[in-house]
């Protein structure tokens, strides 16, 4: 009963999502996956679950490329939803620098209002906490995490109502953040209203989003997955601001998630343009403008996949032992549209602490154990998951003991049997 209803709750996208034109081309398909957040306890038998379809659609009028359904919050972001944003040092780094970086563009004062929407563990708002108030919004329980933390949480999704109530009991905002949620969020209108309404006249709104050049240059489809309802690119991203008048003065390329871009808005005049913004537009321009471009990136989607598995066939066949390393959201695209299951990859382990150990990966019956059985067990190799962060990943745990060999799976799967 409850599948059906989660069935009912999507619903196909049959016009852009920021300009409603309907005359959208299909880019990619990359078949059926599970919610990337639905994970099955250790034991438990094998039942129905529901799996939707992740096609992605390029608009031509404002070029945003998006996911050609939409899934229900309600099912991809539970109350008990795994990810803890603290666990990853890029991530810790990133918001350090993003706290640095906007305190010396934006005038900050001390009762100035800070406001992070997705805020989960309250990982953003702890560089703020001590000199300006603050608030996070999360729907997920990881939320309390940082009440205790000290960063007043309000444990709710982000609606229009909650902005309203917002406004009402602490005033506007002079910042506000939504950091890899902004393209997640269902009715993207609706929520830019919220924001704006929420800013105060010199109030700036600083996104952070996976960047589709790095996801067509660096062939990521892996982060194709329901979550993910929107792939801005810079052009992309200035149309939804400006329909709803904010002007985009400063954007950059970061780190996160195997390559985001964060961008800054206001009321337009009220900051000056930096050249970034122009740089980027001319620089994305022959990918994002070209659709030939975007075609081909599914041929070469193809290629790897086929790459892959040939490299994985190679090494089953030998009869080693292969143990997957983390299990981030990405991994889930990646295990079903290669096909690799528990015949394939013994396991999947992930860092002490983890919500995710004593779970099946999505879909699966492939386990996720504590990190320490791989250097208990010594599998022949290591499939580096979050293949995003294999430069950090892979030292730490060739510091930490591991012998095997690490297979990098994207954008072209290898073999690395030392790291420096």
């Known amino acids: 009963m409850s599948s059906a209803v989660k069935q009912d709750s999507s619903r196909v996208v049959e016009q852009c999502q920021v300009c409603d034109s309907r005359e959208m081309e299909s880019i990619l398909f990359l078949g059926y996956l599970p919610p990337v957040n639905t994970m099955r306890t250790l ?4 039942r129905e679950e529901s799996c939707y379809p992740a096609e992605l659609l390029y608009c031509p009028r404002c070029h945003l490329v998006q996911l050609g359904l939409v899934v229900d919050a309600g099912i991809l972001f539970p ?9 990853t040092k890029v991530l810790r780094d990133n918001f350090t620098d993003l706290c640095r970086e906007c305190s010396a563009m934006i005038p900050l004062g001390a009762g100035d209002l800070v406001i992070d929407i997705g805020s989960n563990d309250g990982n953003l708002l702890m560089n703020f906490k001590d000199r300006h108030r603050v608030l996070g919004v999360t729907p997920e329980e990881i939320g309390k995490i940082a009440i205790n933390r000290g960063v007043p949480t309000l444990i709710s999704y982000f609606t229009p109502q909650v902005a309203a109530r ?12 939504a950091t890899n949620v902004f393209a997640h969020m269902d009715g993207i209108h609706d929520v830019l209203d919220a924001i704006v309404g929420l800013l105060s006249e010199d109030g700036v709104f600083i996104s952070e989003s996976h960047y589709l050049l790095d996801l067509i240059q660096g062939l990521q489809y892996d982060t194709v997955y329901h979550e993910h309802l929107r792939y801005y690119s810079l052009h992309s991203l200035s149309h939804l601001l400006k329909m709803h008048g904010l002007e985009l003065f400063h954007t950059a390329r970061i780190p996160t998630h195997g390559g985001s871009f964060r961008a800054y808005a206001s009321r337009p005049g009220r900051y000056r343009i930096r050249e970034s913004v122009e740089r980027m537009l001319r620089e994305e321009r022959p990918v994002v403008l070209e659709t030939g471009n975007l075609h081909r990136f599914r041929d070469r989607v193809v290629h790897s996949k086929l790459e892959l598995l040939a490299l994985l066939s190679r ?20 295990i079903h549209y290669t096909g690799i299951d528990d015949g394939i990859l013994d396991c ?3 860092v002490e602490g983890s919500h995710k ?24 190799y290591a499939l580096v998951l979050s293949w995003h962060i294999a430069d950090e990943l892979m030292p730490k745990l060739r510091g930490r003991g591991f012998r095997g060999g690490f297979i990098v799976p994207l954008p072209s799967p290898k073999v690395i049997h030392d790291h420096d």
């Open 357 to 380: 150990i004593g779970k099946y990966v999505p879909g699966t019956r492939i386990p996720v154990h504590e990190e320490s059985k791989l250097f208990r067990e010594q599998p022949d």
């Open 43 to 46: 034991g438990e038998r094998p």
């Open 348 to 350: 999947v382990v992930e």
């Open 79 to 87: 109350p008990e939803y795994p990810y803890t944003s603290s666990t």
């Open 315 to 334: 090494i089953r066949k030998g009869g080693a032992s292969l143990f997957g390393i983390s299990a981030p959201s990405r991994a889930s695209t990646l």
């Open 166 to 177: 917002i406004l009402s009991e602490h005033g506007p905002a002079k910042l506000v953040t």
